[in-house]
T-cell receptor, first 114, second 113 residues
Framework: ETGVTQTPRHLVMGMTNKKSLKCEQHLGHNAMYWYKQSAKKPLELMFVYNFKEQTENNSVPSRFSPECPNSSHLFLHLHTLQPEDSALYLC?????????????FGPGTRLLVL | GDSVTQMEGPVTLSEEAFLTINCTYTATGYPSLFWYVQYPGEGLQLLLK?????DKGSNKGFEATYRKETTSFHLEKGSVQVSDSAVYFC????????????FGSGTRLLVRP
């Protein structure tokens, strides 16, 4: 149990659907992250939030829209996705953004776009 | 740009065999280096880390030494168990980026009884 939960664990959606991924951390952390894990590619950092403020958008297409209403919750709103967006989406959190802070990962949401 | 290169898997070993998973990196300055492990159906967990040259990170019988001269951070374990079957990721954080993990592509380890 890492203290970071993600829902749903699996999601299938069509290209015209709108869906949201949810992440919740129970660790009292202040920073939260979204990563994308595609088959045979390294994990890619997508977004970073610190104290609810976005500090990084790693050139992510606008069809991915993050939301961080408080330090414990992070959402990723999805709309008009493409089949190549199918991947495992991982959420992580850390106490802060200092280099020595360990990032704790959730189990991920496996997304399939048809 | 900065990058991490890992040996391609899968690596298949018998129980109690010696494990080495190679990792080399390219980065400016003095990055911190990490090994993460991903068990089936779970997220990534930090396995060990090293923050400066010649540091040795260790955890659960796994070890890795930060070798600046060879820009390497190879993961080793003297005697693997079936429960070690997982995907292992090498990663770095540059000193000036503080939190941006750069991952290798992962190496799948399969340990057979």
């Amino acid at each position: 149990e890492t203290g970071v939960t993600q829902t749903p664990r699996h999601l299938v959606m069509g290209m015209t659907n709108k869906k949201s991924l949810k992440c919740e951390q129970h660790l009292g952390h202040n920073a939260m992250y979204w990563y994308k894990q595609s088959a045979k590619k390294p994990l890619e950092l997508m977004f970073v939030y610190n104290f609810k403020e976005q500090t990084e958008n790693n050139s992510v297409p606008s069809r991915f829209s993050p939301e961080c209403p408080n330090s414990s919750h992070l959402f990723l709103h999805l709309h008009t996705l493409q089949p190549e967006d199918s991947a495992l989406y991982l959420c992580a959190s850390s106490l802060g953004l200092a280099q020595q802070e360990t990032q704790y990962f959730g189990p991920g949401t496996r997304l399939l776009v048809l | 740009g900065d990058s991490v290169t890992q040996m391609e898997g899968p690596v298949t070993l018998s129980e109690e065999a010696f494990l080495t998973i190679n990792c080399t990196y390219t980065a400016t300055g003095y990055p911190s280096l990490f090994w993460y492990v991903q068990y089936p159906g779970e997220g990534l967990q930090l396995l060990l880390k090293a923050t400066k040259a010649d540091d040795k990170g260790s955890n659960k019988g796994f070890e890795a030494t930060y070798r600046k001269e060879t820009t390497s951070f190879h993961l080793e374990k003297g005697s693997v168990q079936v429960s070690d079957s997982a995907v292992y990721f090498c990663a770095l954080i540059r000193m000036d980026s503080s939190y941006k993990l750069i991952f290798g592509s992962g190496t799948r380890l399969l340990v057979r009884p």
